[in-house]
């Protein structure tokens, strides 16, 4: 589980993993092309004993196996280099020869391998040559007994000194393998560490989980829905426009057995789409037939007039402070069954107003009189209008934009929901990054309207002044007859 979580959070953070890599073969390029060529030059000793017969072939050739060891460490020790300095001009202290000699012995042989490593391709093959016979030199010293007769050890150079023609450092495909490498693993480290530090919502599963209801609608991002927030016109046959209706679906039939008429939209915060989606909801589900009435009780920042171009002046405020009949001022939108009541003027105790009896007696006579009510309320976390409005509905729908809110605001949202005892009827996932394959499944069933009918079988919806006297709809009617 924990690897998928992983995959998804690389993939979610890609730019991560690629803006890593690029830097890290940056800074490979930028150090290959500084650093500066070296070369290598190397010398092969063969280490033999005269011997005679089998027994003393072994003998002499475990003695040898442990005596290369020796010259090993011989090959890097101050007296050779000292020597090699005092008797060739190599441009060179002894301390810098030694840093610049290696050895390297194998297993179960008797061969001896230095190695000279410098910048200059020249110089290295000359401190080499002079290492070499500076050793053969050195090891006679070492091995002579001290009545003076020769050692038992002879050594031979058997390969070079030769030098290499191109330089061995630096190496630009390694250095560029190596390079892409780390930078990827520290791109996916890094896009890991993003992903576990953002706190912010970023999947419908994520959703559910921390508000412990289900998932009813994920409203795809539209680049569009800011200059045309409502599903009419070409918006209604939007991938927008879908998922409003699969909203409108899941929410008819979440309980059966204890439908919810009267249905507060609210969210965590501002800003998170929550008026656009009352508004929304309340026109496809106007479209399908049903009475809807759609309240904006979001008396301190009211929407719902401007996004569907209603007079605002006069509205929920009015009616509960009992200057006016509810019949007064529902409006009636477009050509559904849609009423919408707005908010009025702004009162200067909204709370209090929100959770009076007036408005509990409002409710019950809007219930009665249409099939579905809407209520855009406050968001949660700023003012607790919404929670007043919640109680005294049906149910709580809890929109959440993704990528904006943090699970601990969503959390605390929830816990003022159930601390008080409202039903939560399901949460919406709004402006959700929907995959391309679900996307190009809605395009291939998508239906232009405009392009199949005749013009004059096309009809959009209109935006409708306040019922007037003499013009109000039955539903309106009912409306001024429950209020008084």
Known sequence: MDLFRHLRLVRRHWWIVLVTLMVALGVT???????????????????????QGVTDAYQGGLFLQQRVKSYAELLTSDRLAQSVVADNQVGLTAEQVQSRVSTATENGTVLLRASVTDTDQTRALRVTEALAAKFVE???????TPDGKAGPIKIEVVSGPAVSPTPVYPQPVRNFAVGALLGLLAGVGLAILRGLADVRLRDAAGLQRVT?????GEIPFEATAKASPLIVGEAATSARAEAVRKLRTNLRFVDVHEPARVIAVTSALQGEGKTTLSCNLAIALAEAGWRVLLVDADLRRPK??????LDNGVGLTDVLVGDVQVGDVVQRWGDKSLLVLPSGSAPPNPSELLGSKAMADLLLALRESADIVIIDTAPLLAVTDGVVVAVQADGALLVTQQGRTSRSQVATAARSLHSVSVRMLGCVLNMAKVPKAEAYQYEAYRVVVAAELPAERVSTPRHAAPAEAGVVSDRTQELTRLSR
Not at 29 to 43: D, F, K, M
Not at 212 to 216: F, T
């Open 29 to 51: 390029a930028l150090v290959t092309v500084r650093a500066q060529p070296r070369y290598v030059a190397s010398v092969t000793f063969f280490v033999t004993t005269p011997s």
């Open 138 to 144: 050195l090891v006679q010293k070492v091995e002579t």
């Open 304 to 309: 719902v007039g401007d996004y569907l171009g």
């Open 212 to 216: 412990g209801s289900p998932l009813l």
